[in-house]
C-alpha cells in the first residue's frame, strides 16, 4: 500500500486525529514536542507551518517517539503524515498581530494569548503568534491598537522544500472571500503535491452554505480525490472543553453531509475533517448528531493540555515528563477517533 492508500484507509475508517501545531507556530522545539507526545498518543496527522526547519523538527519527534515507544508499551502503526498549512492572506491562521503605539499598556492582552506571545514588553513575539486574534478582542475598543502582518509565503518556492523536508500533505486556508484568487493557489498546491491528499480550510465566515458547497465543488474539480475538506467551525476557538465551543465545527460538517455529500454521488466519499473550536467534547457532540466525519483536526485544546509539560526545560529526555503528557493525549486521542 502506498501512503496515498493508508491515508486513504485512515479516512474511510473515521480514524484519522490531526494534532494542529498552528500554521503560524514557528516554535521548532515546541513542535518537535508536540510531536514526541501526540505520535506515543496515536495521532497520525500533524498540522505544522510551512518552514522547512519545523517540518523537519515534526518528523524529528515523531522519530523520537518510535524510539521511545517501547518504553511506553506503545505501538505506532502507521507513521503520522506531516501537513504543511499556507493561507490566503487574510485567513486568520497565517497572519501575525503586532501592537501599534497607541497602546495604553494596560495589559489585558497579555493572560488571554494562548501561546505566551506577549511579554511585558508587549512587542509580540512573531514566532510564537499563531494570530488567533484574542490579543485584538480582549484590547479595550477605543483604543484598538492590535494590527496584522500577512505571514505570506513564496508558495511555489516554498512547497517543493517543505515536502523534501518529509512533509505529505498541504493544506490551503481559505477561509476568506471571492474565488479566483484562492482557485490559483490551490492549483499551485494540487501541482506541488500530486501524489497524496491536499486539504483546504474553510469556515463559515464569509461564506454562505451555497457559497461554500460551490467552493468544494470547484476545489474537487482540480484535485479530485485527492480533495480534503477541513470543515473550520470558529477558527482557533477551541481552547474551552465544552459542547458549546465545538457546535460549530460540527454544524459545518452538517451542512457539507446534507448539502453535498448526501446528494451527489461524486462526494460520498468525500474527507472532511472537523476542526475550528474542536475539543474533548467534538466526535460526542458529531456522534450524539449523528454527523459522520472522517477524521478530527485539535489544536488549541490539544495543545493545551499538555503545554505544562511540554514546556518544561529538559522535557524529550524527561520520560516521566513524557508519560505525564502523554495521559491526557491518549485519551483525547482515543474519544476523537473511531473505537
Ligand atoms: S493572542 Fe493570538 S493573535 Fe494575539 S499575540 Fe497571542 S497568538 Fe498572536
Ligand atoms: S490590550 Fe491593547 S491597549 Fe492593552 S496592552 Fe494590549 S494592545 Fe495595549
Given at each position: 500500500?502506498?501512503?496515498?492508500?493508508?491515508?486513504?484507509?485512515?479516512?474511510?475508517?473515521?480514524?484519522?486525529?490531526?494534532?494542529?501545531?498552528?500554521?503560524?507556530?514557528?516554535?521548532?522545539?515546541?513542535?518537535?514536542?508536540?510531536?514526541?507526545?501526540?505520535?506515543?498518543?496515536?495521532?497520525?496527522?500533524?498540522?505544522?507551518?510551512?518552514?522547512?526547519?519545523?517540518?523537519?523538527?515534526?518528523?524529528?519527534?515523531?522519530?523520537?517517539?518510535?524510539?521511545?515507544?517501547?518504553?511506553?508499551?506503545?505501538?505506532?502503526?502507521?507513521?503520522?503524515?506531516?501537513?504543511?498549512?499556507?493561507?490566503?492572506?487574510?485567513?486568520?491562521?497565517?497572519?501575525?498581530?503586532?501592537?501599534?503605539?497607541?497602546?495604553v499598556s494596560c495589559d489585558l492582552c497579555i493572560p488571554v494569548c494562548p501561546t505566551?506571545?506577549?511579554?511585558?514588553?508587549?512587542?509580540?513575539?512573531?514566532?510564537?503568534?499563531?494570530?488567533?486574534?484574542?490579543?485584538?478582542?480582549?484590547?479595550?475598543?477605543?483604543?484598538?491598537?492590535?494590527?496584522?502582518?500577512?505571514?505570506?509565503?513564496?508558495?511555489?518556492?516554498?512547497?517543493?522544500?517543505?515536502?523534501?523536508?518529509?512533509?505529505?500533505?498541504?493544506?490551503?486556508?481559505?477561509?476568506?472571500?471571492?474565488?479566483?484568487?484562492?482557485?490559483?493557489?490551490?492549483?499551485?498546491?494540487?501541482?506541488?503535491?500530486?501524489?497524496?491528499?491536499?486539504?483546504?480550510?474553510?469556515?463559515?465566515?464569509?461564506?454562505?452554505?451555497?457559497?461554500?458547497?460551490?467552493?468544494?465543488?470547484?476545489?474537487?474539480?482540480?484535485?479530485?480525490?485527492?480533495?480534503?475538506?477541513?470543515?473550520?467551525?470558529?477558527?482557533?476557538?477551541?481552547?474551552?472543553?465544552?459542547?458549546?465551543t465545538t457546535l460549530q465545527a460540527v454544524a459545518i460538517a452538517d451542512v457539507i453531509?446534507?448539502?453535498?455529500?448526501?446528494?451527489?454521488?461524486?462526494?460520498?466519499?468525500?474527507?472532511?475533517?472537523?476542526?475550528?473550536?474542536?475539543?474533548?467534547?467534538?466526535?460526542?457532540?458529531?456522534?450524539?448528531?449523528?454527523?459522520?466525519?472522517?477524521?478530527?483536526?485539535?489544536?488549541?485544546?490539544?495543545?493545551?493540555?499538555?503545554?505544562?509539560?511540554?514546556?518544561?526545560?529538559?522535557?524529550?529526555?524527561?520520560?516521566?515528563?513524557?508519560?505525564?503528557?502523554?495521559?491526557?493525549?491518549?485519551?483525547?486521542?482515543?474519544?476523537?477517533?473511531?473505537?
Amino acid at each position: 500500500m502506498n501512503r496515498f492508500e493508508v491515508m486513504r484507509g485512515l479516512l474511510a475508517d473515521s480514524k484519522y486525529f490531526k494534532l494542529v501545531c498552528g500554521a503560524g507556530n514557528e516554535n521548532a522545539a515546541e513542535v518537535r514536542r508536540l510531536a514526541l507526545v501526540y505520535t506515543l498518543a496515536g495521532a497520525n496527522g500533524f498540522d505544522v507551518s510551512a518552514k522547512p526547519d519545523v517540518v523537519k523538527a515534526c518528523g524529528e519527534g515523531i522519530d523520537l517517539a518510535y524510539a521511545n515507544a517501547d518504553h511506553f508499551g506503545v505501538t505506532v502503526p502507521v507513521r503520522p503524515f506531516i501537513t504543511v498549512s499556507v493561507g490566503m492572506p487574510g485567513d486568520h491562521h497565517v497572519r501575525k498581530a503586532f501592537i501599534i503605539d497607541d497602546c495604553v499598556s494596560c495589559d489585558l492582552c497579555i493572560p488571554v494569548c494562548p501561546t505566551d506571545a506577549i511579554p511585558e514588553s508587549l512587542e509580540i513575539i512573531p514566532e510564537l503568534c499563531i494570530g488567533c486574534g484574542n490579543c485584538e478582542a480582549a484590547c479595550p475598543p477605543k483604543v484598538a491598537a492590535v494590527r496584522y502582518r500577512h505571514n505570506g509565503k513564496e508558495l511555489a518556492e516554498l512547497l517543493p522544500r517543505c515536502i523534501e523536508a518529509g512533509a505529505e500533505n498541504i493544506e490551503l486556508h481559505a477561509a476568506v472571500p471571492g474565488d479566483d484568487a484562492i482557485l490559483e493557489e490551490w492549483a499551485m498546491v494540487d501541482a506541488a503535491q500530486p501524489d497524496n491528499y491536499i486539504s483546504m480550510c474553510l469556515d463559515r465566515y464569509h461564506l454562505s452554505n451555497v457559497q461554500l458547497i460551490e467552493r468544494i465543488r470547484a476545489a474537487y474539480e482540480v484535485a479530485g480525490e485527492r480533495t480534503i475538506i477541513q470543515a473550520d467551525g470558529v477558527p482557533m476557538s477551541g481552547g474551552s472543553d465544552d459542547h458549546n465551543t465545538t457546535l460549530q465545527a460540527v454544524a459545518i460538517a452538517d451542512v457539507i453531509q446534507k448539502d453535498l455529500k448526501d446528494k451527489e454521488r461524486t462526494f460520498r466519499d468525500l474527507p472532511i475533517l472537523l476542526s475550528g473550536g474542536t475539543n474533548g467534547k467534538t466526535a460526542e457532540m458529531a456522534r450524539l448528531c449523528d454527523v459522520p466525519y472522517q477524521g478530527v483536526s485539535i489544536g488549541t485544546h490539544a495543545r493545551g493540555i499538555v503545554k505544562g509539560w511540554v514546556n518544561e526545560e529538559g522535557f524529550e529526555d524527561d520520560l516521566e515528563a513524557v508519560g505525564r503528557a502523554l495521559g491526557p493525549a491518549a485519551d483525547l486521542v482515543s474519544r476523537s477517533v473511531a473505537a
